[in-house]
């Protein structure tokens, strides 16, 4: 006699059956607070959305608030340095796990100004340098913000000019990694130009919804399932994916790697964008952090919905 196959696993219901879990771990983790402006948001929240490559939504909780969208802009500013520049940029920043913290400096010296990978601190501040090259950075702020809003089909996500001069007031390692990088040739715009621009990113404000309706481009190898326009090649999307799979959380890139099985991108906001190749695009936030960086209870809800939904790539 042979078993019946178990069924599909439902989206709505399996989204549901998550963040109802979750709303007994809300205020877990610890809000970050080395940037004053963010140390004011409400540590209970949680919100989940869900947007696969054929249009069906999913949401739970605080889906629909805005949040600091923090280090996952880093994605976006990757994603349009590489349209910008292309391979060339693999010169000035490289590719591999750091195992540090997202703020270290202790890697650049020995390995002369070209950060590990562009998702911590220093690497991200060159891709913004990449970014900016050859106009203000009042223009390379609206570029990045008016390329939010059209991958996230929104016109009203903004920078929180309040989070960006809390960060400009505070960012003094940020200083530090782009004045060393400069020293080593590898930051070509004015440092103070290539800061405001990278605060005014970390500073853009997008919900859950939001944040994971712009990532889907990634789920579907660099075009937008949904209006059909390419965004990024399908090489230069699968290295996006790679880095965001091996470098996306930091030094618990491992760890989200076996636990979730799937290229993702944190934020210390809270937030964080998960891709599901060929499926589908998760944003996840709740404020609290793990010792990491990570968020704890928004790790805990993509471990569960990976793992129900079967979509771990491994
Ligand atoms: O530069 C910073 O420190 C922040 N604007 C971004 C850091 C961040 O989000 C690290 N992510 N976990």
Not at 18 to 27: I, Q
Not at 36 to 63: C, H, K, Q, W
Not at 71 to 96: D, H, N, P, Q, Y
Not at 278 to 292: I, Q, T
């Amino acid at each position: 006699m042979t078993e019946a196959p178990n069924p599909a696993p439902n989206l709505q219901e399996t989204v549901a059956a998550v963040g109802r879990e979750m709303d007994a771990h809300r205020g877990e983790g610890k809000v970050a607070d080395y940037i004053p402006a963010l140390a004011r948001v409400d540590g209970n929240r949680f919100g989940m959305a869900v947007i696969t490559t054929s249009g069906e939504t999913a949401e739970y909780g605080d889906a629909w608030m805005p949040f600091s969208i923090q280090s996952i802009s880093k994605v976006f500013t990757l994603t349009m340095a590489l349209s910008r520049i292309g391979e060339s940029l693999w010169g000035r920043v490289g590719r591999e796990p750091s195992g540090s913290r997202f703020n270290s400096i202790v890697q650049l010296e020995a390995e002369k100004g070209v950060p590990r990978n562009p998702f911590i601190n220093a690497g991200a501040i060159v891709v913004t340098d990449a970014v900016l090259a050859g106009r203000t950075s009042a223009e390379a702020i609206a570029d990045i913000r008016d390329t939010l809003r059209k991958l996230a089909d929104n016109e009203t996500i903004d920078v929180d000019r309040e989070v960006a001069s809390s960060e400009a007031a505070t960012g003094f390692r940020n200083y530090a990694l782009a004045n060393f990088m400069r020293g080593f040739d590898n930051m070509h715009s004015p440092v103070e130009e290539v800061l405001q621009t990278y605060f005014h990113q970390c500073s853009l404000r997008i919900t859950c919804r939001q944040l994971a309706r712009a990532g889907l481009f990634l789920a579907k190898e660099g075009q937008d399932p949904l209006t059909g326009e390419r965004i990024l090649s399908p090489e230069h999307a699968r290295r996006v994916n790679a880095i965001m799979m091996t470098c996306g959380h930091y030094d618990a890139s491992g760890e989200f790697a076996f636990q979730v099985g799937l290229p993702g991108k944190s934020g210390v906001g809270g937030g964080i964008l998960t891709v599901v190749p060929d499926k589908a695009a998760v944003a996840v936030w709740s404020p609290g952090l793990n010792e990491v960086g990570n968020s704890q209870v928004g790790t805990l809800a993509l471990e569960r919905l990976a793992a129900r939904m079967g979509w771990s790539v491994f």
